[in-house]
Every structure is written in structure tokens, then in C-alpha cells.
């Protein structure tokens, strides 16, 4: 069994250390650099927003974005179950 690596990421200006498992370092920095990213744009100018509070929004902003992004992918799978089941009929109606 494969243990975790450390890597090490920096957000606001700030170290934090988390293991991740094996091949997953590159995806981890790939977010690390997203969560970067949306947390300094929510900062913007204002250098005395606290760090925990420009994450936890950050954080919320992502999930959010998420679960409309699962939404829209069960919305699609739906739709792409009636048209297959719509398929289907007129196959089994055409004698196929």
C-alpha cells in the first residue's frame, strides 16, 4: 500500500502541507492554483480580508459552480435517455 506524499501549496501567501496518493500531485497543484486564483479575485484590493473568510467563499463559490455543473450533466443524461428510449420505439416499430 502506497502512502501519501507531502506537497506542499501556497494560498494568500500562506504554506500548507497535504498528503496526496500516488499520481495525484499534479491534479492537487492544479486546484491548489484554481483555489488561489478565485480566493485573490474575492480578496481583490482589500489586503485585511481574512484569509478564512475569502476561503470559505471561495469554497462555496466552487461548490456552487459544481452542483450546477452535475445539474446540467443529469439534465443532459435525461434528455439523452428519452431520446434513446425514443429511439428504441421506433426501431422495435420499424421492425429492426
Same mark, same amino acid.
Given at each position: 500500500?502506497? @502512502? $501519501? ?7 494568500? *501567501? ?11 500531485? *499534479? #491534479?492537487?497543484?492544479?486546484? !491548489?492554483?484554481?483555489?488561489?486564483? &478565485? ?9 485585511? @480580508? !481574512? ?7 471561495? !469554497?462555496? $463559490? ?9 445539474? #446540467?450533466?443529469?439534465?443532459? *443524461?435525461?434528455?439523452? @435517455?428519452? @431520446?434513446?428510449?425514443?429511439? &428504441? &420505439?421506433?426501431? *422495435?416499430?420499424?421492425?429492426?
Amino acid at each position: 500500500m502506497s @502512502a $501519501n506524499e507531502p506537497v506542499s501549496i501556497k494560498l494568500l *501567501d500562506r504554506e500548507y502541507t497535504v498528503g496526496v496518493g500516488p499520481g495525484e500531485r *499534479d #491534479s492537487l497543484m492544479a486546484a !491548489a492554483r484554481l483555489l488561489e486564483t &478565485r480566493m485573490r479575485e474575492l480578496r481583490g484590493g482589500n489586503r485585511m @480580508a !481574512a484569509v478564512d473568510r475569502v476561503a470559505v467563499l471561495a !469554497a462555496l $463559490n466552487m461548490a456552487h459552480e459544481m452542483q450546477q455543473l452535475r445539474d #446540467s450533466e443529469a439534465s443532459r *443524461d435525461a434528455e439523452l @435517455a428519452n @431520446a434513446l428510449q425514443d429511439l &428504441r &420505439r421506433s426501431l *422495435d416499430r420499424a421492425g429492426v
